[in-house]
């Protein structure tokens, strides 16, 4: 199992942008989650040797891609409901999954806040 690592989080009014960046990125299936409290933890935006998938939610505001070194997650146009704890994670397939239980690794989480 290997630790991923996020960071970018932070505080910014809506409308704003934020990027978050995650490490290691060598696993061909990774992605991006959000939890808020009291909340089950949500997919955001995912990317595998397929393209990128995205909910709803952030379509046209979010874009996830990779490099060598991270991965990543632009976001725009943000919203006071983007407002939750970000983590990333990796899954030892080449396809990746919507269900949480089918990643394998998680980050620690950064946390994002949008006041409006």
């Known amino acids: 199992q290997v630790q991923l690592v996020e960071s970018g989080g932070g505080s910014v009014q809506a409308g704003g942008s934020l990027t978050l960046s995650c490490v290691p990125s060598?696993?061909?299936?990774m992605g991006w989650f959000r939890q808020v409290p009291g909340k089950e933890r949500e997919r955001v935006a995912t990317?595998?040797?397929?393209g990128t998938n995205y909910a709803d939610s952030v379509k046209g505001r979010f874009t996830i891609s990779k490099d060598n070194a991270k991965l990543y997650l632009q976001m725009n146009s943000l919203k006071p409901e983007d407002t939750a704890i970000y983590y990333c994670?990796?899954?030892?397939?080449?396809?990746?999954?919507?269900?949480?239980?089918?990643?394998?690794?998680w980050g620690q989480g950064t946390q994002v806040t949008v006041s409006s």
């Open positions: 990317i595998d040797g397929f």
């Open positions: 994670a990796a899954r030892r397939y080449i396809a990746c999954s919507r269900r949480l239980e089918d990643f394998d690794d």
């Open positions: 060598r696993k061909q299936c």
